[in-house]
């Protein structure tokens, strides 16, 4: 069965510092992949999807980047974090058929101070 | 442009009292999925259902249940019977036409009192 991985859990970073987020997907091949931020008030947010190694899509103009360096594996990034930059990000997974239903890992809650 | 309308933001029941999450959407695609996650405390998305919008039979699973109805572009979900682990926040979420992006509502923040 498929599962996804992401790490930290948590994590509190000063203004300023850089932010390295991973996600990894298990027991599947050539999954899209997706960073959701989740800012306080519930509302999610999609910022980066991707269909294969190497090809991001960027949803929102921000302070943040994504890579995929391996088929299963997505990396979301900063070089300088922005207050407005805290909140739960979520990395997601669905199959290559675009319409399929999205599997959500467990979340990295970022607060920056 | 597709949005997701959860006008309700949070419900308290009593436990085994039966609730009713709506949930309204929006798109000008005729094909399009619609989707429910839950959101526990911990914070992972759970997927609970999908549904495509050539198939407008109600799905029970278990206490839970969904009413699809494309003339009121409406997929509410019912809790029967809640219990304390139902409390969560609970997402109706759609993806119309060919792209892959999900669109979600609001939430609603369910609370089940013993």
């Known amino acids: 069965s498929q599962t996804i991985h992401q790490w930290p859990a948590t994590l509190v970073q000063p203004v300023g510092s850089p932010l390295s987020l991973e996600c990894t997907v298990e027991?599947?091949?050539?999954?899209?992949l997706y960073w959701y931020r989740q800012a306080a008030g519930r509302g999610l947010q999609l910022l980066f999807y991707?269909?294969?190694?190497?090809?991001i899509s960027s949803e929102v103009p921000q302070n943040l980047s994504a890579s995929r360096p391996q088929d299963r594996q997505f990396i979301l990034s900063s070089k300088k974090l922005l207050l407005s930059d805290s909140g739960f990000y979520l990395c997601?997974?669905?199959?290559?058929?675009?319409?399929?239903?999205?599997?959500f890992g467990p979340g990295t809650r970022l607060t920056v101070l | 442009a597709q949005k997701v309308t959860q006008a309700q933001t949070e419900i308290s029941v009593v436990e085994k009292e039966d609730v009713t999450l709506d949930c309204v959407y929006e798109?000008?695609?005729?094909?399009?999925?619609l989707f429910w996650y839950k959101q526990p405390p911990s914070g992972e998305l759970v997927f609970l259902i999908r549904?495509?919008?050539?198939?407008?039979q109600n799905e029970i699973s278990g206490r839970y249940s969904w009413n699809f109805q494309k003339s009121t572009s409406s997929f509410n979900f019912t809790i029967t019977a809640s219990q304390v682990v139902d409390s969560a926040v609970y997402f109706c979420?759609?993806?119309?036409?060919?792209?892959?992006?999900?669109?979600f509502g609001k939430g609603i923040t369910l609370s089940v009192r013993p």
């Open positions: 997601a997974w669905g199959t290559s058929a675009s319409t399929d239903t999205q599997y």
């Open positions: 027991g599947t091949s050539n999954p899209n």
């Open positions: 991707s269909v294969g190694i190497g090809q």
């Open positions: 798109t000008r695609d005729t094909t399009y999925y």
């Open positions: 549904r495509n919008s050539f198939d407008e």
């Open positions: 979420a759609l993806i119309s036409g060919a792209n892959s992006k999900l669109t």
